[in-house]
Structure formats: structure tokens, C-alpha cells
């Protein structure tokens, strides 16, 4: 009779037969390719679990991804020497469904969405997953850290990350508490430079202040991205002085992170000379997300041309717009 061993597995206790860590995620149904292990604290690497043999009292987190405008080529932008065309990045949280997701992300003509690094749900192995809806080798994942706060459980997090699909382009989010979900600078900071040591290239959420915005690129960020407001608060940018001071002082992309609620909002972080904008709840909360979707797309590309354009000077006063000279 096979002897069984008791596993902890995503924080439960389970009895299993599986010699292996392969034998395990088969006995669990899942997807190899779908999933990244770690085994008593640490990651273990695809191609050994065949080889990774399993006893009595080990530990295992099984982790997937979850959900947590188009502009012409001529006017791209890159990061990390990836280039993208829309400059609108999308999250893939609070929708109702993943298809109600997938067409929010159609309609936004966003080519990155940010995922969120959740345990696998061991008693219903076939439950969807996002990589069925939205495919990772049409639209670049960005793996991030929703939810850590503080350096250790971010570093944890992306690192099984790249284990489950290879990644290096990361978000990087270490929040200082859950009211306002502020970033703790200290943390995020102390995250960046281990992560950039380690071959990530972290995209990092920061703090509307040009001084540490320059510190994260210092430590390795490959781009800096300043909240506009709280997350998920929908108030728009408070503070268009310190997000232009940021753009005009980096060397690296500035995204907007956080804080937009409508088209407006995307569209003066354009014209600010933010390189692109993130977002999740202004889409997936609004009335008609896909809707707001096509709405964001539209607002990106437009506050850019604005950007490129070059806004009047304003006045104190008015300035007629007709000649006065010749006036019956």
C-alpha cells in the first residue's frame, strides 16, 4: 500500500500519494505549464519537478495568474527596449467575468495588462483561468505585487512569478497600509534594487515625489510610476506639478499608476508628457466598461497629441480671436 504524506498545500493540510512535486500537480489536476511551485520556501524550477521528490510536513504554494488605445507605430514608446504601441496599460480585476475582461481589453487596445500572483484553487482544479480568455503570447502580462506590503512578500511574489511564465518585466508595488494603500518608500526601494540584481526589470508604483522617483531609477526601476490619487479612489491627478517634475527629471518612462476615474483624468496625464497611463477600476466599475475601455483608448491617444502639440500660453486676460482693425 502506497504510504501517504501530509502535505501543506496553499495553507491546507492534504493527504497525498504523490512521490513528486509532478505527480502532485497532476494529481491535482493542473495545468504544468499554467503554474509555478514553491516547495518548502523555495522556487522550484519547471524542468525539476519530475526530479523534486516530496515528504511528510512539506510545504507547497501553487500559484497562477488572475485578474486582480491603439496609436499609430510612429508615435511608440519603449521600455526596457520593449517596444508597444498603445500607451494605455489595463488591469484585470473587479470585472464580472474574465469575457467581460477580454472585451474591455479589445476594446482598449491595450497590449499590456497587469495580473496579480494568487494560490491556485486546489479543490477546483478546472476553474477558468485569465490565460484562457486572454492569451500571454498576444498581450504582454505584467506580473505585479497587489497586495504586499512590505520588500520580503514582494520579492516572494514576483520570483514565483517569472517561475510560472518566465517574466522579467515586472510591476512593482509595496504598499505602507490598506486605508489609503499608499507606498511604503522604504520597502519599494529596498525591493527594486534585489529585484534589478536578479535580472528583473521592475516597473515600480511610487509616490508622487521627483526625488524618489529618481532614487527607484538610481536603484534599477526601468520605469517610475507615480499614483494620480489613492488606488481605486477614481479623484484624478491631485498634484499636476510633482508629476510634471517627475517626467521632466527621469530617464526612464512615467506612467500614471492609480487614481484615474474617467477619460478626462487619462487625458491630462498625456498632456503632462506622461509616457502612458494604468488603470483597472475606472474601466471595470464603470456602468459600461467596455464602453469606458474604447472612452480611455481615445482619451490616451488625444491628450498625447495634445502633448506633442503644444498647448497655448495662458493669459490673464481675454485675447480676440477676429482682427479688430477694419471694423465697420
Known sequence: MTALNSLVVNGETRRSS????????K?????????AVEHNGVIAPRSTL???????GDVLEIVHFVGGGDASGEDSWSV????????LIVGTGKYKDFEQNAAALEASGAEIVTVAVRRVNVSDPKSPMLTDYIDPKKVTYLPNTAGCFNADEAIRTLRLAREAGGWDLVKLEVLGEARTLYPNMRETLEATEVLAKEGFLPMVYCVDDPIAAKQLEDAGAVAVMPL????????????????????????????????????????VAMELGCDGVLMNTAIAEAKDPIRMARAMKLSVEAGREAYLAGRMGRRKYADPSSPLAGLI
Open 18 to 25: 504523490a512521490a513528486t512535486i509532478a505527480a502532485l500537480v
Open 27 to 35: 494529481e491535482l489536476d493542473l495545468d504544468p505549464a499554467k503554474v
Open 50 to 56: 519530475d526530479e523534486a521528490s516530496l515528504s511528510d
Open 80 to 87: 526596457a527596449g520593449r517596444t508597444f504601441n498603445s500607451r
Open 228 to 267: 494620480g490619487a489613492p488606488i481605486g479612489s477614481g479623484l484624478g491627478i491631485q498634484n499636476q506639478v510633482t508629476i510634471r517634475l517627475i517626467v521632466e527629471g527621469a530617464s526612464v518612462p512615467v506612467l500614471v499608476d492609480a487614481g484615474v476615474g474617467t477619460a478626462s483624468d487619462a487625458a
